[in-house]
């Protein structure tokens, strides 16, 4: 099966420092890519769908400017979360499709980050 | 924007007892997926229920598709400890799928 991997697994910052997380699809071309907070023993919330090529699709309520994406390549996407404070302490996933849609989706390990 | 309901939120079974969790929509569904997220863990994909009234089996898991294609159901039968976890839901709603909020799955051995 696909197969998506994420860096950092775990990552411990100070408040204020940038947090860069990645996402890359192993062994397939992922044309879509989404990124997904979940808070403790809450649901997975989409927080932006990104295209390889274009600029990131946001989620009401999340700040571009704060989490940037990038998704330069058709199997490599970023996530940078800037200036991060302790609310942003979460459990930060990544997804992958084939298509251009919503199908079946492969998620990576995921990014734990605890922000002091 | 579309929501789906998943019931209930959290259950603790004695081993070899079943369990069943729902999700429920206000709006006929193109599909339904669902995801088993083990503690500490990431989603993974279970299956995909595309027509009405649809049922599938994998090993001791049914999941079925209501004829109106609103709801859907995920039933484990005789749980293990190996069942732990939580089970999501997922929808299609414009290019982007949503998520149930899930129902956790303990096991008593």
């Known amino acids: 099966g696909a197969v998506v991997s994420q860096h950092p697994s775990r990552v411990i910052c100070k408040s204020g420092t940038s947090v860069k997380i990645e996402c890359r699809s192993l062994d397939f071309q992922a044309t879509t890519m989404f990124w997904y907070r979940q808070f403790p023993k809450q649901s997975l919330m989409l927080m932006a769908t990104?295209?390889?090529?274009?600029?990131?699709?946001?989620e009401q309520g999340v700040e571009k400017d704060k989490f940037l994406i990038n998704h330069a390549s058709l199997t490599l996407s970023t996530l940078t979360v800037t200036s991060a404070h302790p609310e942003d302490s979460s459990f930060y996933i990544c997804?992958?499709?084939?298509?251009?849609?919503?199908?079946?989706?492969?998620f990576g390990p995921g990014t734990r980050l605890l922000v002091l | 924007g579309q929501q789906v309901m998943q019931i209930p939120q959290y259950q603790h079974v004695q081993e070899g007892e079943d369990f069943t969790t729902y999700c429920n929509s206000s709006?006929?569904?193109?599909?339904i997926q669902w995801y088993k997220q083990r503690p500490g863990g990431h989603p993974v994909f279970l299956i995909q229920?595309?027509?009405?009234?649809e049922v599938k089996k994998q090993k001791r898991l049914t999941f079925q598709f209501g004829e109106a294609k609103k709801n859907s159901s995920l039933h484990i039968t005789a749980t293990q400890t190996t069942d732990v976890g939580t089970y999501f839901c997922a929808v299609e709603y414009g290019n982007k799928l949503v998520f149930g909020a899930g129902t956790i799955l303990r096991v008593k051995s």
């Open positions: 990104s295209n390889e090529g274009s600029k990131a699709t946001y």
């Open positions: 709006t006929t569904l193109s599909n």
């Open positions: 229920l595309v027509k009405s009234g």
């Open positions: 997804s992958a499709s084939v298509g251009r849609s919503k199908e079946t989706q492969y």
